[in-house]
C-alpha cells in the first residue's frame, strides 16, 4: 500500500550555507595529488646518495632561479587574475590569465633547456642511474601537472579575450587558481628537495 | 601464551554479551507495538570501553615488545656456526664461510647444547626475487630480498629432520622450493662438514661409464652454471653438484635422490619441475646414462 | 530547532509520465549521469566479477584438493591467485561499495545528485574498463609461458618479480595499467563523495545530523586520498622501470625491493579499511532499524570512524615483519596495529548497545547483520595475534594468513553487503527479495564461510605457506584442503541462490512502497525506486532521523540533541 510520509517544509530561519563543491572537490584533488608527490620525493630522498654510477646531483645540477621566479611570479598573476573578476573587471581578469599563461610557458621553456643540458652535455637520462631515474620522474611529473594547469589556463584566457567571461565564473577560475597555486607550492618542495638539499 | 589467552578471553565475553543480547531482546509477538527506550548514548559507558581496551592494548604491547628485542637483538654466541644463505629461482645455495663448504637444498646444523650453545647464525640474501626461508619447527621465517643481508638465528636441541619451504611467492616453482634441514649432532655435523669439505677427486678408474660422463659433463654447457670442487666446472648460476650424491633429494625437495628420477632430470628439468630455469640438454640415451653414472659418484 | 510549518504533502509521482519516449534504453545507461544508475551499474558490474572471482577461487580449491595435484599447471595456477585477489579487491569490492554509496548518499542527505555527476559517470566508466583490460590479458598474446598473458605476480606485484627480466611479455602491465586506472576511478568517487557531503546537505542536516554512512563513506574517501595515491606513484614508477629502463626497484643498479614493499603496502593497508568502512556504515544502518532502537553513541561513532581514518594510515609495516626491519621498527608497527584496534573495539561496543534493550526483528538483513558481528570479532582478534609480531613470523604468508582476511572480506564486508543488498533492494526496485530464499542464502553461506575459513586456519599453523599450487602428501594438510574445498562449493551455491533472488524477486517479488522496513533515514521517504530527481522539494531536517521525528512526534530525537 502506498504510503507517502510528509517531509515538513521549513520557511524561517538563517539561511543554510555549505562550502562552494568546486573548491572542496578541488582541495580533495591536491590531497591526492600531493600524496603522490609525496611518494615521488621520498623515493628521491630515498636513493640520494645510492646510486653505484653516474653523475650526482652536485655535478650537474644548477639552481633554476629564473624558472622558479616566473613559476612563483605566476601564482600572483593567477590571484589578481581571480581577485580582477570577483570586482567585475573582466580585462583585468584576461591580462591575469595572460601573464600566468606567459609565466608558466617560460618555466617550460627552462625546463626544457635543462633537460636538453642534462641529455646531451652529461649523458643524464632516467636510465643512467637512481639519481637519473628519480629526478627526472620528479620534475617530469611536476612539469606534467604545469602542462596541465598551462592547457587550463589558456583555454581559460581565450574565454575571458572573447568577453565569456563574467562576475558569476569567479568562483569557478578561483577553483582553477587553487590548483596553480598547488602546483606552484609543489614546485617549492621540488625546489628544495632537489636543487637545495640534494645537492 | 598470552596473546591467545587475552584474544579468547575477548571472544568468550563479548560473545557471550553478543549471544545474550540477542536472544534476550528479540522480538517477541507478544510484545507491545511500542518501540523500546530509545538510549543515545552514555559518555561514561564510552569511556570505560576505551580505557580498558587501551590497558589490554598496553599489556599485549609491552610483552611483545620483550619477545621482539629478545629474538633480534640476542647477542650472538662464541660457538654460533655462521651459514650464509642465497635465495635462488627455486633452490638454495648455503655457503659455511669459516668452514670452506658450499652446498645446496639440503642445510645441515649441528644440535645445540644449552650449557654451550651452538646456534646457528643465518646471513640472507638473493640473487634475483624475494624469497623466504621458513622451517616452522625451528624458527619464524626471515624474507631474503635481493640487495639486502638479512640475518636470523636457530638453535635447536632436537636432531632431526626439519622441513619448510619458501613463503615468499617467487614465481612459477615457489611451491616446490622446499626446504630441509638437517639437525645433526654435534659429532655428525662434524663429519658431515668433514666430507664436503672434501673436493669430488675419487677415483673413476673402475667405472669407465662415469669417466665418459665426467667428460660430457665437463664439454657441455653443464659447467657454465654448475661447479664441481676438484675439477674446471666452476659455475654459480646453479647449485653446487660436489656432493650431489649424498643428497636425499634433488630439485631442492622436489623430487627423491634416485638414479632414475637423476636421469628424468637431466633428460628434461621441465617434466619433473615445470618452470625450473635449467633447461634440457637434449643428450641422446647413452649420454644420459654416462651423466647419470658420474653424477651418482659425486658422494 | 523544530520546524514552523505543516508540512506539504510529497508530491505523488505515480502519474504515468506524459513526455514521449526517450532514447534508447542502451543510450540512456551509457551516457547517464544519474547517481542512481551509476550505483546501480557499480554494483552489477561487481557482481559480475564476483562471479568470475569465484570460480577461479573454485578451481584453486579443486588443485589443491589432494597433494601433487594437475588439475591445472603452475603457471595458470599462479595466474589464477593473481587474478582472483586483483579482481575481488579492486574490481568486486571497491565498486560494489562505492555503487551503494553512490546510489545512497545523495538520498541520504537529501540532494538531487552527487556534486560532480559527469565526474561519477567518467570515474565508473575508467574502473570499468581498467576491469575489463585485466580480463583482457587472458586471451591476450602469449606472456611467460603461452598461457594467455594474464598476470602471475601475486596481487601485490612484489618488486624485482614485477621488472622486465623476471617477468617478460605483458602480463606484469596488465596488472599495473587495470589496477591503475581502477584507482583513478576511486580517487573520482571518492572527491565526489566529500565534495557531496560538505555541500549537498539538505536544509538543518548538520554533519552531526548525518547518517552515519555518509560519515564511514566520507573517511573512506579522504584515505583513498591519502592511500590510492601512493600505489598510483609506485605503478607509475614501475611502469618507468619497465619500459623507460628506470631503476626505481631494480636491484642490481642500487634500486631497493624493500622500497615496493612499502609503497604498496602504505595503500595495500588502509585499502582493506577503505572496504571496512563502508561496511561498517551498512551495519550502522540496519542494526539500529531492526534493533527498533537509536545507534548507540552517534558522536563516539563519528570519533571512532575518523581515529581508525587515522590510525590505519600508519600501520602499514605490519606486512613486513619479516623482511628484517629491525627491532626499533618493528616494535612501532606492533603498537600501531595494536591501537587501531581500540577505535575498532568501540565501534563493535556500541553496536551491541544498540541491540541491548532493542526488539531485536530477525529478518534476512539483520541475520547477514549478526553474522557479520561474530565474524568480525574472530577477525579482528586473529587480527591482534597477527598484530605481535613474533606470532606474524611464524604466520606470515601462511594460510593463517589468508584465513584471517577471507574471516574479514568474506564474513566481516561481504555478510554486511549481503544485509545492505536485502535491505536497500526495495527502495532500488520497489519489491522485496524473497524471504525464505534469503535464508536459504544466509544458512548455507554461512555453513560454507565456517567450514572453509574456520578451518583454514589450520594448514597455517601447521606450515603451509601461501601461493603455492601443490604440496607434498605427509605434511597434514590433506584434510584439512578438502573440507575448505566442500565449504567453497557450499558458499559457491548460496551465492548462486542469492543471484537467482536478486532476478526471481525482480520480477515476482511482492511490492514493497517506500518504507517496508519501517526505517528513518530521507532515503525511505522517497518511493520506490525514486524518482529521477530524488526530491521533488528539498527536505528540512532537525534531527539524525528525520522520518523517527516524524513517526514520533511525541518523542522526537531532536529534543534530545
Given at each position: 500500500m502506498?504510503?507517502?510520509?510528509t517531509?515538513?517544509?521549513?520557511?524561517?530561519e538563517?539561511p543554510?550555507?555549505?562550502?562552494n563543491?568546486?573548491?572542496?572537490?578541488?582541495?580533495?584533488?591536491i590531497a591526492?595529488?600531493?600524496a603522490?608527490?609525496?611518494?615521488?620525493?621520498?623515493?628521491?630522498l630515498?636513493?640520494?646518495?645510492?646510486?653505484?654510477t653516474?653523475?650526482?646531483p652536485?655535478?650537474v645540477l644548477?639552481?633554476?632561479?629564473?624558472?622558479?621566479?616566473?613559476?612563483l611570479?605566476?601564482?600572483?598573476?593567477?590571484?589578481?587574475?581571480v581577485?580582477?573578476?570577483?570586482?567585475?573587471?573582466?580585462?583585468?581578469?584576461?591580462?591575469?590569465?595572460?601573464?600566468?599563461?606567459?609565466?608558466a610557458?617560460?618555466?617550460?621553456?627552462?625546463?626544457a633547456?635543462?633537460?636538453?643540458h642534462?641529455?646531451?652535455d652529461?649523458?643524464?637520462?632516467?636510465?643512467?642511474n637512481?639519481f637519473?631515474?628519480?629526478?627526472?620522474?620528479l620534475v617530469?611529473?611536476?612539469?606534467?601537472?604545469?602542462?596541465?594547469?598551462?592547457?587550463?589556463?589558456?583555454?581559460?584566457?581565450?574565454?575571458?579575450?572573447?568577453g565569456?567571461?563574467?562576475?558569476h565564473?569567479?568562483?569557478?577560475?578561483?577553483?582553477?587558481?587553487?590548483?596553480?597555486?598547488?602546483?606552484?607550492?609543489?614546485?617549492?618542495?621540488v625546489f628544495?628537495v632537489?636543487?637545495?638539499?640534494?645537492? | 601464551?598470552?596473546?591467545?589467552?587475552?584474544?579468547?578471553?575477548i571472544?568468550?565475553?563479548?560473545?557471550?554479551?553478543?549471544?545474550?543480547?540477542?536472544?534476550?531482546?528479540?522480538?517477541?509477538p507478544t510484545d507491545?507495538?511500542?518501540?523500546?527506550?530509545?538510549?543515545?548514548?552514555?559518555?561514561?559507558?564510552?569511556?570505560?570501553?576505551?580505557?580498558?581496551p587501551?590497558?589490554i592494548?598496553?599489556?599485549?604491547f609491552?610483552?611483545?615488545?620483550?619477545?621482539?628485542?629478545?629474538?633480534?637483538?640476542a647477542?650472538?654466541?662464541?660457538?654460533?656456526v655462521?651459514?650464509?644463505?642465497?635465495?635462488h629461482?627455486?633452490?638454495?645455495?648455503?655457503?659455511?664461510p669459516k668452514?670452506?663448504?658450499?652446498?645446496?637444498?639440503e642445510?645441515?646444523?649441528?644440535?645445540?647444547?644449552?650449557s654451550?650453545?651452538?646456534p646457528?647464525?643465518l646471513?640472507?640474501?638473493?640473487?634475483?626475487?624475494?624469497?623466504?626461508f621458513w622451517?616452522?619447527?625451528?624458527a619464524?621465517?626471515?624474507?631474503?630480498?635481493?640487495?639486502?643481508v638479512?640475518?636470523?638465528?636457530m638453535?635447536?636441541?632436537?636432531?632431526g629432520?626439519?622441513l619448510?619451504?619458501?613463503?615468499?611467492?617467487?614465481?612459477?616453482?615457489?611451491?616446490?622450493?622446499?626446504?630441509?634441514?638437517?639437525?645433526d649432532?654435534?659429532?655428525?655435523?662434524?663429519?658431515?662438514?668433514?666430507?664436503?669439505?672434501?673436493?669430488?677427486t675419487r677415483?673413476?678408474?673402475?667405472?669407465?661409464?662415469?669417466?665418459?660422463?665426467?667428460?660430457?659433463?665437463?664439454g657441455t654447457?653443464?659447467?657454465?652454471?654448475h661447479?664441481?670442487?676438484?675439477t674446471?666446472?666452476?659455475?654459480?648460476?646453479?647449485?653446487?653438484?660436489?656432493h650431489?650424491a649424498?643428497?636425499d633429494?634433488?630439485?631442492?625437495?622436489?623430487?627423491?635422490?634416485t638414479?632414475?628420477?637423476?636421469?628424468?632430470?637431466?633428460?628434461?628439468?621441465?617434466?619433473m619441475?615445470?618452470?625450473?630455469?635449467m633447461?634440457?640438454?637434449?643428450?641422446?640415451?647413452?649420454?644420459?646414462?654416462?651423466?647419470?653414472?658420474?653424477?651418482?659418484?659425486l658422494? | 530547532?523544530a520546524?514552523?510549518?505543516?508540512?506539504?504533502?510529497?508530491?505523488?509521482?505515480?502519474?504515468?509520465?506524459?513526455?514521449?519516449?526517450?532514447?534508447?534504453?542502451?543510450?540512456?545507461?551509457?551516457?547517464?549521469?544519474d547517481?542512481?544508475?551509476?550505483?546501480?551499474?557499480y554494483i552489477?558490474?561487481?557482481?559480475?566479477?564476483?562471479?568470475?572471482a569465484?570460480?577461479?577461487?573454485m578451481?584453486?580449491?579443486?588443485q589443491l584438493?589432494v597433494?601433487?595435484n594437475?588439475?591445472?599447471?603452475?603457471q595458470?595456477f599462479?595466474?589464477?591467485?593473481?587474478m582472483?585477489g586483483?579482481t575481488?579487491?579492486?574490481?568486486?569490492?571497491?565498486?560494489?561499495?562505492?555503487?551503494f554509496?553512490?546510489?545512497?548518499?545523495?538520498?541520504m542527505?537529501?540532494?538531487?545528485?552527487?556534486?560532480?555527476p559527469?565526474?561519477?559517470a567518467?570515474?565508473?566508466?575508467i574502473?570499468?574498463?581498467?576491469g575489463?583490460?585485466l580480463y583482457?590479458?587472458?586471451?591476450a598474446?602469449?606472456?611467460l609461458?603461452?598461457?594467455?598473458?594474464?598476470?602471475?605476480?601475486g596481487?601485490f606485484?612484489?618488486?624485482?618479480l614485477?621488472a622486465?627480466?623476471?617477468?617478460?611479455?605483458h602480463s606484469?602491465?596488465?596488472?599495473?595499467l587495470?589496477v591503475l586506472?581502477s584507482?583513478?576511478?576511486t580517487?573520482?568517487?571518492?572527491i565526489?563523495?566529500?565534495?557531496?557531503?560538505?555541500?549537498?546537505r539538505?536544509?538543518?542536516?548538520?554533519?552531526?545530523?548525518m547518517?552515519l554512512?555518509?560519515?564511514?563513506f566520507?573517511?573512506?574517501?579522504c584515505?583513498v586520498?591519502?592511500?590510492?595515491?601512493?600505489?598510483?606513484?609506485?605503478?607509475?614508477?614501475l611502469?618507468?622501470?619497465?619500459?623507460?629502463?628506470?631503476h626505481?626497484?631494480?636491484t642490481q643498479a642500487g634500486?631497493?625491493?624493500v622500497?615496493?614493499?612499502?609503497?604498496?603496502w602504505?595503500?595495500?593497508?588502509?585499502?582493506?579499511?577503505?572496504?571496512i568502512?563502508?561496511?561498517f556504515?551498512?551495519?550502522?544502518?540496519?542494526?539500529p532499524?531492526?534493533?527498533?532502537?537509536?545507534?548507540?553513541?552517534?558522536?563516539?561513532?563519528v570519533?571512532?570512524?575518523v581515529?581508525?581514518?587515522f590510525?590505519?594510515?600508519?600501520v602499514?609495516a605490519?606486512h613486513m615483519f619479516?623482511?628484517?626491519l629491525g627491532?626499533?621498527?618493528?616494535?612501532?608497527?606492533?603498537?600501531?596495529?595494536?591501537v587501531?584496534s581500540?577505535p575498532?573495539?568501540i565501534?563493535m561496543?556500541?553496536w551491541?548497545?544498540?541491540?541491548w534493550?532493542?526488539?531485536v526483528?530477525?529478518r534476512?538483513?539483520?541475520?547477514?547483520?549478526v553474522g557479520?558481528?561474530f565474524?568480525?570479532?574472530?577477525a579482528?582478534?586473529?587480527?591482534?595475534m597477527?598484530?605481535?609480531?613474533?606470532?606474524?613470523?611464524?604466520?606470515?604468508?601462511?594460510?593463517f594468513?589468508v584465513?584471517?582476511?577471507?574471516y574479514?572480506?568474506?564474513?566481516?564486508?561481504?555478510?554486511?553487503?549481503?544485509?545492505?543488498f536485502?535491505?536497500?533492494y526495495?527502495?532500488?526496485?520497489?519489491?522485496?527479495?524473497?524471504?525464505?530464499l534469503?535464508?536459504?542464502?544466509?544458512?548455507?553461506f554461512v555453513?560454507?564461510?565456517?567450514?572453509?575459513?574456520?578451518f583454514m586456519?589450520?594448514?597455517?599453523?601447521l606450515?603451509?605457506?601461501?601461493?603455492?599450487?601443490?604440496?607434498?602428501?605427509?605434511?597434514?594438510?590433506?584434510l584439512w584442503?578438502i573440507?575448505?574445498?566442500?565449504?567453497?562449493i557450499?558458499?559457491?551455491?548460496?551465492?548462486?541462490?542469492?543471484v537467482?533472488?536478486?532476478?526471481?524477486?525482480?520480477?515476482?517479488?511482492?511490492?514493497?512502497?517506500?518504507?517496508?522496513?519501517?526505517a528513518?533515514?530521507?532515503?525511505?521517504?522517497t518511493?520506490?525506486?525514486?524518482?529521477?530527481?530524488?526530491f521533488?522539494?528539498?527536505?528540512?531536517?532537525s534531527?539524525?532521523?528525520?522520518?523517527?521525528?516524524l513517526?514520533?512526534?511525541?518523542?522526537?530525537?531532536?529534543?534530545?540533541e
Amino acid at each position: 500500500m502506498m504510503q507517502t510520509n510528509t517531509i515538513p517544509i521549513a520557511i524561517d530561519e538563517q539561511p543554510w550555507v555549505l562550502p562552494n563543491k568546486g573548491i572542496v572537490g578541488m582541495w580533495c584533488l591536491i590531497a591526492a595529488e600531493a600524496a603522490i608527490f609525496l611518494i615521488f620525493v621520498t623515493a628521491y630522498l630515498f636513493y640520494l646518495g645510492k646510486s653505484l654510477t653516474g653523475p650526482t646531483p652536485a655535478q650537474v645540477l644548477e639552481l633554476p632561479i629564473v624558472g622558479t621566479i616566473c613559476l612563483l611570479s605566476s601564482s600572483i598573476t593567477v590571484h589578481m587574475a581571480v581577485a580582477a573578476l570577483r570586482k567585475g573587471n573582466i580585462r583585468g581578469c584576461t591580462l591575469g590569465l595572460g601573464g600566468t599563461v606567459a609565466l608558466a610557458s617560460a618555466f617550460l621553456v627552462t625546463t626544457a633547456q635543462e633537460w636538453h643540458h642534462l641529455i646531451y652535455d652529461f649523458g643524464l637520462t632516467i636510465r643512467t642511474n637512481l639519481f637519473g631515474t628519480t629526478y627526472y620522474s620528479l620534475v617530469g611529473l611536476h612539469a606534467t601537472h604545469v602542462i596541465v594547469g598551462l592547457l587550463l589556463l589558456i583555454a581559460a584566457f581565450f574565454f575571458s579575450l572573447s568577453g565569456r567571461v563574467t562576475e558569476h565564473h569567479a568562483e569557478r577560475l578561483e577553483v582553477l587558481s587553487l590548483y596553480w597555486h598547488f602546483v606552484d607550492a609543489v614546485w617549492v618542495v621540488v625546489f628544495l628537495v632537489v636543487y637545495v638539499i640534494g645537492r | 601464551m598470552l596473546v591467545l589467552s587475552v584474544t579468547l578471553a575477548i571472544f568468550l565475553i563479548v560473545g557471550g554479551l553478543l549471544v545474550y543480547a540477542l536472544i534476550k531482546f528479540r522480538h517477541r509477538p507478544t510484545d507491545s507495538d511500542h518501540e523500546p527506550a530509545q538510549i543515545y548514548g552514555s559518555t561514561q559507558i564510552e569511556l570505560s570501553w576505551t580505557v580498558i581496551p587501551i590497558l589490554i592494548v598496553v599489556t599485549l604491547f609491552l610483552t611483545t615488545t620483550r619477545v621482539i628485542w629478545q629474538t633480534e637483538a640476542a647477542p650472538k654466541p662464541a660457538g654460533a656456526v655462521d651459514v650464509i644463505v642465497v635465495g635462488h629461482q627455486f633452490w638454495w645455495e648455503y655457503k659455511y664461510p669459516k668452514l670452506g663448504v658450499v652446498t645446496a637444498n639440503e642445510l645441515h646444523i649441528p644440535a645445540s647444547d644449552p650449557s654451550h650453545p651452538t646456534p646457528t647464525y643465518l646471513e640472507m640474501s638473493s640473487a634475483d626475487v624475494s624469497h623466504s626461508f621458513w622451517v616452522p619447527r625451528l624458527a619464524g621465517k626471515t624474507d631474503l630480498i635481493p640487495n639486502r643481508v638479512n640475518t636470523m638465528w636457530m638453535d635447536p636441541s632436537q636432531p632431526g629432520l626439519y622441513l619448510g619451504q619458501c613463503a615468499q611467492y617467487c614465481g612459477t616453482q615457489h611451491a616446490k622450493m622446499l626446504l630441509r634441514v638437517y639437525v645433526d649432532s654435534p659429532a655428525d655435523f662434524a663429519a658431515w662438514i668433514k666430507k664436503q669439505q672434501q673436493p669430488a677427486t675419487r677415483d673413476l678408474s673402475g667405472n669407465p661409464l662415469a669417466q665418459e660422463g665426467q667428460k660430457i659433463f665437463l664439454g657441455t654447457a653443464c659447467i657454465s652454471c654448475h661447479a664441481v670442487a676438484g675439477t674446471p666446472a666452476n659455475g654459480r648460476f646453479g647449485p653446487d653438484l660436489t656432493h650431489l650424491a649424498s643428497r636425499d633429494t634433488i630439485g631442492s625437495g622436489a623430487i627423491p635422490n634416485t638414479p632414475q628420477n637423476l636421469r628424468a632430470w637431466v633428460a628434461d628439468p621441465n617434466a619433473m619441475k615445470p618452470g625450473s630455469l635449467m633447461p634440457s640438454m637434449h643428450l641422446n640415451d647413452h649420454d644420459l646414462d654416462a651423466i647419470t653414472a658420474y653424477l651418482t659418484t659425486l658422494q | 530547532m523544530a520546524t514552523s510549518t505543516t508540512g506539504l504533502e510529497a508530491i505523488d509521482v505515480t502519474a504515468p509520465p506524459t513526455q514521449p519516449p526517450g532514447p534508447s534504453l542502451i543510450y540512456q545507461w551509457l551516457t547517464t549521469v544519474d547517481h542512481k544508475k551509476i550505483g546501480l551499474m557499480y554494483i552489477v558490474y561487481a557482481l559480475l566479477f564476483l562471479v568470475v572471482a569465484g570460480i577461479e577461487a573454485m578451481i584453486m580449491r579443486v588443485q589443491l584438493a589432494v597433494p601433487n595435484n594437475h588439475a591445472v599447471s603452475p603457471q595458470v595456477f599462479n595466474q589464477l591467485f593473481t587474478m582472483h585477489g586483483t579482481t575481488m579487491i579492486f574490481f568486486v569490492a571497491v565498486p560494489v561499495l562505492f555503487g551503494f554509496g553512490n546510489y545512497l548518499i545523495p538520498l541520504m542527505i537529501g540532494a538531487r545528485d552527487m556534486a560532480f555527476p559527469r565526474l561519477n559517470a567518467f570515474s565508473f566508466w575508467i574502473s570499468a574498463f581498467g576491469g575489463l583490460l585485466l580480463y583482457l590479458s587472458y586471451f591476450a598474446g602469449s606472456g611467460l609461458y603461452g598461457a594467455g598473458a594474464a598476470p602471475d605476480v601475486g596481487w601485490f606485484a612484489y618488486a624485482p618479480l614485477t621488472a622486465k627480466v623476471f617477468s617478460p611479455g605483458h602480463s606484469s602491465d596488465y596488472w599495473t595499467l587495470s589496477v591503475l586506472l581502477s584507482g583513478i576511478g576511486t580517487t573520482g568517487t571518492a572527491i565526489n563523495i566529500v565534495a557531496t557531503a560538505f555541500c549537498m546537505r539538505c536544509k538543518g542536516m548538520t554533519l552531526m545530523r548525518m547518517p552515519l554512512l555518509v560519515w564511514l563513506f566520507v573517511v573512506a574517501s579522504c584515505m583513498v586520498f591519502a592511500a590510492v595515491s601512493p600505489l598510483t606513484a609506485a605503478q607509475i614508477m614501475l611502469c618507468l622501470d619497465r619500459y623507460l629502463g628506470s631503476h626505481f626497484f631494480d636491484t642490481q643498479a642500487g634500486g631497493s625491493a624493500v622500497l615496493w614493499m612499502h609503497f604498496f603496502w602504505i595503500f595495500g593497508h588502509p585499502e582493506v579499511y577503505i572496504l571496512i568502512l563502508p561496511t561498517f556504515a551498512f551495519v550502522n544502518e540496519i542494526i539500529p532499524v531492526f534493533s527498533r532502537k537509536a545507534i548507540f553513541g552517534y558522536p563516539a561513532m563519528v570519533a571512532a570512524s575518523v581515529a581508525i581514518g587515522f590510525v590505519s594510515l600508519s600501520v602499514w609495516a605490519h606486512h613486513m615483519f619479516t623482511i628484517g626491519l629491525g627491532p626499533a621498527g618493528n616494535t612501532f608497527f606492533v603498537f600501531a596495529t595494536m591501537v587501531v584496534s581500540v577505535p575498532t573495539g568501540i565501534k563493535m561496543f556500541n553496536w551491541l548497545a544498540t541491540i541491548w534493550g532493542g526488539k531485536v526483528i530477525y529478518r534476512v538483513p539483520m541475520l547477514f547483520c549478526v553474522g557479520f558481528l561474530f565474524q568480525f570479532l574472530i577477525a579482528g582478534l586473529t587480527g591482534i595475534m597477527l598484530s605481535a609480531a613474533p606470532f606474524d613470523w611464524q604466520l606470515s604468508a601462511s594460510y593463517f594468513v589468508v584465513a584471517h582476511f577471507h574471516y574479514v572480506i568474506v564474513g566481516g564486508i561481504l555478510f554486511s553487503l549481503f544485509g545492505a543488498f536485502y535491505y536497500w533492494y526495495p527502495k532500488v526496485t520497489g519489491r522485496m527479495m524473497s524471504e525464505t530464499l534469503g535464508k536459504w542464502h544466509f544458512w548455507m553461506f554461512v555453513i560454507g564461510f565456517h567450514l572453509t575459513f574456520d578451518f583454514m586456519h589450520i594448514p597455517g599453523l601447521l606450515g603451509m605457506p601461501r601461493r603455492i599450487y601443490t604440496y607434498e602428501a605427509g605434511r597434514g594438510w590433506e584434510l584439512w584442503n578438502i573440507i575448505i574445498g566442500i565449504g567453497a562449493i557450499i558458499q559457491g551455491v548460496a551465492t548462486l541462490i542469492f543471484v537467482y533472488n536478486l532476478i526471481y524477486s525482480y520480477f515476482r517479488g511482492p511490492e514493497a512502497g517506500p518504507d517496508p522496513w519501517d526505517a528513518w533515514t530521507l532515503e525511505w521517504s522517497t518511493t520506490s525506486p525514486p524518482p529521477d530527481y530524488n526530491f521533488a522539494i528539498e527536505p528540512s531536517v532537525s534531527s539524525a532521523r528525520p522520518l523517527w521525528d516524524l513517526k514520533h512526534p511525541e518523542d522526537q530525537d531532536s529534543r534530545y540533541e
